[in-house]
Antibody, heavy 119, light 110 residues
Framework: EVRLVESGGALVQPGGSLRLSCAVS????????MYWVRHAPGKGLVWVSYIKTDGISTGYADSVKGRFTISRDNAENTLFLQMTSLRAEDTAVYYC????????????WGQGTLVTVSS | QSALTQPASVSGSPGQSITISCTGT?????????VSWYQQHPGKGPKLVIS???NRPSGISNRFSGSKSGNTASLTISGLQAGDEADYYC??????????FGGGTKLTVL
């Protein structure tokens, strides 16, 4: 069974930082490209960042570029998202997701972790 | 505003069929056959039900089917069951970013 389990979500003040983790099992993590995708209240899903297997090739949505950093530990089968300078508009459920080998589609998702940015 | 347009809600009675549309542009749905559909029950993560416009992953009921015409993709669920009640999201590869999603459609089984 493929499992993606996010953790690290919390209530944080504007300007604060947070690190999300995603533990992956049941699939070859080191072979997998990965996304972070978020779902803000009342809005649609939006991709936040991606990382390829080498851990060096990454991409970010304009809304988080320069503030968020994606990384991975292939030895520990874990994906990370370091978030800094958090804003109210970053409030969302954050999902990690595995990118399939066809056209950047997602084949597996985690259950999500809630990040709330508020004073 | 989401990049792909879905109806906010659809409904149907048990045993009936429903179709959810997903409208994009020639930069995404209209050009690429990398359209996926996801089912999400409350409190759970999304689950892939259709990929590559029409492909059903292993374990997904053949009551789920996908299609595409021009810039609009569609998900059809036949023989509606109570367990199909969920939110449904579409996604597409796009020329300008890896993926764009629809705003989601709430399916109610009456």
């Amino acid at each position: 069974e493929v499992r993606l389990v996010e953790s690290g979500g919390a209530l944080v003040q504007p300007g604060g930082s947070l690190r999300l983790s995603c533990a992956v099992s049941g699939v070859c993590f080191s072979c997998s490209w990965m996304y972070w995708v978020r779902h803000a209240p009342g809005k649609g899903l939006v991709w936040v960042s991606y990382i390829k297997t080498d851990g060096i090739s990454t991409g970010y949505a304009d809304s988080v570029k320069g503030r968020f950093t994606i990384s991975r530990d292939n030895a520990e089968n874990t994906l990370f998202l370091q978030m800094t300078s958090l804003r109210a508009e970053d409030t969302a459920v954050y999902y990690c997701a595995r990118i399939s080998n066809r056209g950047w589609q997602i084949d597996y998702w985690g259950q999500g972790t809630l990040v709330t940015v508020s004073s | 505003q989401s990049a792909l347009t879905q109806p906010a809600s659809v409904s149907g009675s048990p045993g009936q069929s429903i179709t959810i549309s997903c409208t994009g542009t020639s930069s995404d749905v209209g050009t690429f056959n990398y359209v996926s559909w996801y089912q999400q029950h409350p409190g759970k993560g999304p689950k892939l039900v259709i990929s590559d416009v029409t492909n059903r992953p292993s374990g997904i009921s053949n009551r789920f089917s996908g299609s595409k015409s021009g810039n609009t993709a569609s998900l059809t669920i036949s023989g509606l069951q109570a367990g199909d009640e969920a939110d449904y999201y579409c996604s597409s590869y796009t020329a300008s970013s890896p993926v764009v999603f629809g705003g989601g459609t709430k399916l109610t089984v009456l």
